[in-house]
């Protein structure tokens, strides 16, 4: 099994900053890739940015250029630094980490970390 825990989210004036932070432990062998992923209220989840285990980087349009993913492999943790927050980024976010075993993708969730942005 694999275990991931966010931490860093709270809340930030508009234009402000913040740094989420997931850690996996466990069976964290065979993976395809890392990510953060948001839902807000009345709304579906959805992908903020991710990062492959080649370091391939994919962002939501609404984040490029604001929101940097990153990855400390010593530490089997990954980053998200955001930037410049906007009220609509507003949302629970959460790890994701996706592996691949005997060709059958699996993918693993974080308990998720509250971003409210507003003044």
């Known amino acids: 099994q694999v275990q991931l825990v966010e931490s860093g989210g709270g809340l930030v004036q508009p234009g402000g900053s913040l740094r989420l932070s997931c850690a996996a432990s466990g069976s964290i062998i065979s993976i395809n890739a890392m990510g953060w992923y948001r839902q807000a209220p009345g709304k579906q989840r959805e992908l903020v940015a991710t990062?492959?285990?080649?370091?391939?980087?994919n962002y939501a349009d609404s984040v490029k250029g604001r929101f940097t993913i990153s990855r400390d492999n010593a530490k089997n943790t990954v980053y998200l630094q955001m930037n410049n927050l906007k009220p609509e980024d507003t949302a629970v976010y959460y790890c994701?980490?996706?592996?691949?075993?005997?060709?059958?993708?699996?993918?693993?969730w974080g308990q998720g970390t509250q971003v409210t942005v507003s003044s």
């Open positions: 990062i492959t285990s080649g370091g391939s980087l």
């Open positions: 994701n980490l996706n592996r691949r075993v005997l060709a059958i993708n699996l993918n693993y």
